[in-house]
Each structure stands twice: as structure tokens, then as C-alpha cells.
């Protein structure tokens, strides 16, 4: 493997109108690391004319301590040099693509190679797309780098994403690195961007349980090698209909790895009828957050002795549905704000059995006792909710878990 290399994954099926705007973007990254070569040259000129400088105020001083200390000060210069400079590769599964793809493909293959930048093309031959999850794994069978970097074709990347990433995940080998990134067009899901770009980094391992799916986006993932190595399997290849970022993330979680964000937005992620997150149904995600939560929140203690669950409405009662029967006699209670619910019960029929089988009461939040499992979306009360549970000064991870 290349050290110094950072191989962009890429899937692509039916792209050739995000193609150019996409490869375009990668090839700006190119720029942004000779800019900032050219700085730390520039940068290292000064520091030796100071250090020249000094040492000539300085002759009275011992020679041997001052070429220590002009040793020393090069060699933590050039370490910083090497370690923001790194070279890149485009690795690129086209999934049986039929539009003009293919075509495209090539031209940038020829294009990237006048930049010496390595392009390397892997083609679904069959007449059947194979899925995301089977093309990111092909992609990085044939990258050489040490570094992944993860890029959807229909989003662009912004001028120093790689640069600013690469830094951090040199210092952070087991972490996956996202970034914040701009919503295009400006309006569409503005709740999810507020989630993904506002939430405190302390909560990235914390608020994995919302429909929201990763704290990081995929779009946004660069990791060192090790991380996808440690996933045995790699990406899910159940095919089309397969959140299979958000298997990867919960495995990686699960194996001990870090999640980590560099603040500044650096990626243009685009919102459209056709993107892929479409094509997966809400139950699956749903099922696949609860199996996680049954295993690695619900089966332990404290939850183990008993719980709450915060909304007795519509989202709160599934969930208490979807409990397999050894988690229903854990749920103590209920919680709302509803007065027309509090002092009530919930009684839950069994479809199977043909009978009431829990009788659940539901009581006002301020009377429920830790730990919570809340089943109430953000940032869709006005900010009522949010208020009503940091009222109750709570930790969550520990007393509470959102499971929107």
C-alpha cells in the first residue's frame, strides 16, 4: 500500500450528468495541496531566515545548542510538510451503467492520467446491477492507498476536503472522519442538515439511533485502511434496498471505532429524486436501529431492570410493539406532555394471541425516572421538547437514548 496515497472510492450507475461536476471537484483537490505546499515552502523560507537571525544575535551562545535547536525546529517543519501532503487516486465500480457513462469515464480516466493522477475503472459486465455496497468493495479491492476516501457521484467535493480529512485521520487511525457539508438546493431536508452539521461532536457515538441514520454521512467518510480491514466483509452486498452505510457504521461502532468530524463544511451534498437513500424502505431502517438497540443498549443494565418510554403516541407504541415479549415487562411506563394521556393506560393487544397481554400506564414526564428511551423526533416542537428534557438534567448516553 502507498502510504502517502488517499484512494477516492466511487460508484456509478446511469451518472454521466453528475460525472463532470463530480470529477471535477477531485481534480481541485489536487490544486488546494499544491497551494499548500507552496505555503509551507514559503512558510519554511521565513522560519530559517528567523532562525538565521537569531543565531547571529546569539554568537555568544554555545554553537552545539544552536544547531540543536535549528535541528530540531527543521525536522518538526518537514514532518508537518509530510503530513499534509499525499498524492490521490480515483477508484470507480460503474454498475452496469446503460446511459452514456462508460463514455465519460474514459475521457476522465484520460484526463486525470495528464495530471498523473491514477484512475482505475472496474465494470459490472452482468446485465444486473450488482448494488453500492458490491461496488465500494470491488473499488477499493483495486486501490492502492492507504487512505479511503468516500465519494458519491452525485455530490462534489469542496476544494480542501481531502486535505483537511487526511490531516486528521494521519493522527486517527481507528476513526471515521466526516465533515459538515452544504445541502443543495438550499431548502430540502433542512431539519436533517441542521442535525447533521449542529450536533456537538461529544454526541457522534451518542445519537446513532434516529432515522437520520449515521452522526457522519457517508458522502462525507475518509478513514485510514485499517477501519474498513476491521470490518469483516466490508460493505453489505444484500443489493439494492440495503442501508449499507449503516450497517458499516454500527460494526464499525461495535468493533471499538471512533467517530470524528472536522467542523468546516466541505462537501456540496446534493438532494434529488433519484439518489439512492430513496430506495430504501423506513421499516428496514427501523429494524435494523431497534436489532442494534436490543443488543447493545436494552439487554443491559440499567435497562435490563426496567425503562421508560417518552411519547405514548403513535412512535412510542410502535416501538413498545416491535419489543420482543422479554423487553415488554421492562417498560415501566409511558411518558407525554398530553394531559389527555397522563393518569391513562396503554393496553396493548396481541394480534397473535387474540388478547390484551400488558397493561402499560402512561404519567407525565416530569414523574418518570431514568433511564428514558425517547421516541420523540427534534426540532419539530418549537423547541418545547428539548426544553421539557434538559429540565430534567439528564445524561444522555446514560439516563436517556433517542430513538427517533
Not at 502507498?2 to 453528475?18: A, R
Not at 503530513?83 to 452514456?100: A, L, R, W
Not at 471515521?176 to 436533517?192: M, Q, Y
Request: some cysteine; hydrophobic content about 35%; glycine content about 4%.
Amino acid at each position: 500500500m502507498d502510504e502517502d496515497t488517499v484512494s477516492i472510492i466511487v460508484t456509478v450507475l446511469n451518472g454521466e450528468k453528475w460525472v463532470d461536476n463530480c470529477f471535477r471537484s477531485i481534480l481541485q483537490q489536487c490544486t488546494a495541496v499544491h497551494m499548500q505546499k507552496k505555503q509551507q515552502q514559503q512558510q519554511k523560507t521565513q522560519q530559517q531566515h528567523q532562525q538565521s537571525k537569531q543565531m547571529h544575535r546569539e554568537q555568544h551562545k554555545h554553537v552545539d545548542h544552536e544547531l540543536l535547536l535549528l535541528s530540531t525546529e527543521q525536522a518538526a517543519a518537514e514532518k508537518v510538510e509530510r503530513e499534509c501532503v499525499f498524492q490521490i487516486e480515483v477508484c470507480v465500480f460503474d454498475d452496469c451503467s446503460t446511459d452514456g457513462t462508460a463514455e465519460i469515464l474514459t475521457f476522465w480516466q484520460r484526463k486525470f492520467h495528464r495530471h498523473r493522477i491514477r484512475m482505475h475503472i472496474v465494470r459490472n459486465e452482468s446485465e444486473k446491477p450488482k448494488g453500492v455496497g458490491y461496488g465500494r468493495n470491488r473499488a477499493i479491492e483495486i486501490a492502492s492507498g492507504t487512505y479511503l476516501c468516500f465519494q458519491d457521484i452525485d455530490d462534489e467535493m469542496l476544494p480542501t476536503r481531502i486535505q483537511m480529512q487526511y490531516a486528521l485521520a494521519c493522527c486517527n487511525k481507528d476513526a471515521l472522519i466526516g465533515c459538515k457539508f452544504v445541502r443543495t438546493p438550499a431548502n430540502s431536508t433542512c431539519r436533517f442538515t441542521r442535525w447533521a452539521n449542529d450536533l456537538d461532536d461529544s454526541k457522534l457515538a451518542l445519537q446513532i439511533y434516529t432515522s437520520n441514520g449515521p452522526t457522519v454521512i457517508m458522502p462525507t467518510w475518509l478513514c485510514h485502511r485499517k477501519v474498513y480491514d476491521r470490518i469483516t466483509g466490508g460493505f453489505s452486498e444484500h443489493g439494492h434496498g440495503t442501508p449499507e452505510d449503516l450497517i458499516f457504521f454500527y460494526a464499525h461502532l461495535d468493533g471499538g471505532g471512533r467517530v470524528l468530524r472536522v467542523n468546516e463544511c466541505l462537501l456540496l451534498y446534493r438532494y434529488h429524486p433519484a439518489a439512492t437513500t430513496f430506495s430504501i424502505v423506513a421499516e428496514t431502517i427501523w429494524q435494523l436501529r431497534m436489532q442494534h438497540l436490543l443488543a447493545h443498549v436494552l439487554f443491559r443494565e440499567p435497562w435490563s431492570n426496567g425503562f421508560t418510554i417518552w411519547n405514548a403516541g403513535k412512535c412510542g407504541r410502535k416501538f413498545f410493539r416491535d419489543l420482543p415479549q422479554a423487553f415488554k415487562c421492562n417498560v415501566r411506563a409511558f411518558c407525554d406532555v398530553d394531559e389527555k394521556k397522563i393518569n391513562k393506560t396503554y393496553n396493548h393487544y396481541d394480534e397473535k394471541m387474540h388478547r390484551f397481554t400488558y397493561s402499560v400506564p402512561i404519567i407525565h414526564f416530569t414523574q418518570a425516572r431514568p433511564p428514558l428511551l425517547i421516541c420523540m423526533k427534534l426540532d419539530i416542537t418549537n423547541g418545547d421538547f428539548e426544553a421539557n428534557l434538559n429540565s430534567l438534567n439528564l445524561i444522555e448516553g446514560r439516563d436517556y437514548v433517542l430513538f427517533t
